[in-house]
């Protein structure tokens, strides 16, 4: 089912592309243990089953996660209504509304799909912004949702744990201890845990550079269906201002879901390389939305 959101096909090729080199990457490294003598099947079928629980789930998982509880519209009239509107918009299902009790400004879009998704915002975010940013960015996370990366993302996310799995069963079960050729040799163990530090290094680098395009995409599809790009970047600009001045524990316990959330909550002072960042650089997206206001001839 189409909706009114701007088609991305650079987006669609990725996915794509990223779900493809993911599964030939572990078709490899399950074929090096199975020929280093693992029993990689015992370890696949452990390895599927928490991918489904984690594919069937990922909704409440991110919510409990995040702190996150749904809200109906009694509750939360004004969001509600928001993402009403946007949704008669976009010509697309609406999710499930959420907020978190988090003072980190922030929200974000999670579910298998769009009828099981869930758009979540923080307290932190709806204390900051004004209607309109705030919109803007609630049409950045249904974006998302009417592309279909936030289930492509979860699996991607997910897959990089596979490799730390299969290492550990592998070496719980002996198999590290013994030798490549039976008597000398580099140690089974040692090479199974090289290959799995190549294999986690790529599916990082990876999803990295998905997760960095399918955030400048979908500021393009949310300023694009609202038509006001400038409230959005001057949510961006608001959000990543605040985010100094939120505390230390507060960011780094928010860190681990960087990948997706709207804006990266980074701990203060600490910096990555755009190589390993979840997100493009805060120039890259207001440079964007400059172009696509300029493009529409308003702000």
Same mark, same amino acid.
């Given at each position: 089912?189409? =909706?009114?959101?701007?088609?991305?096909?650079?987006?669609?090729?990725?996915?794509? #592309?990223?779900?493809?080199?993911?599964?030939?990457?572990?078709?490899?490294?399950?074929?090096?243990?199975?020929?280093?003598?693992?029993?990689?099947?015992?370890?696949?079928?452990?390895?599927?089953?928490?991918?489904?629980?984690?594919?069937?789930?990922?909704?409440?998982?991110?919510?409990?996660?995040?702190?996150?509880?749904?809200?109906?519209?009694?509750? #939360?009239?004004?969001?509600?209504?928001?993402?009403?509107?946007?949704? @008669?918009? @976009?010509?697309?299902?609406?999710?499930?509304?959420?907020?978190?009790?988090?003072?980190?400004?922030?929200?974000?879009?999670?579910?298998?799909?769009?009828?099981?998704?869930?758009?979540?915002?923080?307290t932190g975010i709806l204390r900051r912004l004004?209607?309109?940013?705030?919109?803007?960015?609630?049409?950045?996370?249904?974006?998302?949702?009417?592309?279909?990366?936030?289930?492509?993302?979860?699996?991607?996310?997910?897959?990089?744990?596979?490799?730390?799995?299969?290492?550990?069963?592998?070496l719980y079960t002996g198999l590290g201890n013994?030798?490549?050729?039976?008597?000398?040799?580099?140690?089974?163990?040692?090479?199974?845990?090289?290959?799995?530090?190549?294999?986690?290094?790529?599916?990082?680098?990876? =999803?990295?550079?998905?997760?960095?395009?399918?955030?400048?995409?979908?500021?393009?599809?949310?300023?694009?269906?609202?038509?006001?790009?400038?409230?959005?970047?001057? @949510?961006?600009?608001?959000?990543?201002g605040d985010m100094a001045r939120i505390p230390?524990?507060?960011?780094?316990?928010?860190?681990?879901?960087?990948?997706?959330?709207? #804006?990266?909550?980074?701990?203060?002072?600490?910096?990555?390389?755009?190589?390993?960042?979840?997100?493009?650089?805060?120039?890259?997206?207001?440079?964007?939305? @400059?172009?696509?206001?300029?493009?529409?001839?308003?702000?």
């Amino acid at each position: 089912m189409k =909706t009114r959101f701007a088609p991305d096909s650079g987006l669609t090729r990725r996915m794509v #592309a990223t779900m493809f080199l993911l599964g030939l990457l572990y078709v490899v490294f399950v074929g090096v243990l199975i020929s280093l003598g693992a029993q990689a099947v015992t370890v696949l079928v452990i390895a599927g089953a928490l991918l489904f629980a984690q594919y069937f789930l990922s909704d409440r998982i991110a919510l409990f996660a995040m702190h996150g509880r749904e809200v109906s519209p009694q509750e #939360a009239p004004e969001l509600h209504g928001m993402i009403d509107r946007l949704c @008669a918009m @976009a010509d697309m299902p609406k999710p499930k509304v959420a907020i978190a009790q988090s003072d980190v400004p922030n929200a974000f879009a999670t579910g298998r799909n769009r009828k099981k998704a869930v758009v979540c915002v923080t307290t932190g975010i709806l204390r900051r912004l004004e209607p309109r940013e705030l919109e803007g960015v609630l049409a950045h996370e249904l974006s998302h949702v009417a592309h279909r990366d936030v289930a492509v993302m979860t699996i991607a996310s997910f897959l990089g744990i596979v490799a730390g799995l299969m290492t550990r069963f592998a070496l719980y079960t002996g198999l590290g201890n013994r030798r490549g050729n039976g008597q000398g040799g580099l140690p089974i163990g040692l090479i199974i845990m090289l290959v799995s530090v190549v294999v986690y290094a790529i599916s990082f680098l990876l =999803t990295r550079a998905l997760s960095r395009y399918r955030e400048l995409s979908a500021d393009r599809a949310g300023a694009l269906l609202t038509q006001q790009p400038s409230a959005l970047s001057s @949510a961006l600009v608001k959000i990543s201002g605040d985010m100094a001045r939120i505390p230390t524990r507060d960011l780094r316990e928010a860190e681990p879901f960087n990948a997706f959330y709207f #804006a990266p909550a980074l701990a203060k002072g600490e910096t990555l390389a755009n190589l390993f960042s979840t997100h493009p650089p805060l120039e890259r997206r207001l440079e964007q939305l @400059a172009k696509i206001s300029n493009q529409l001839g308003r702000g």
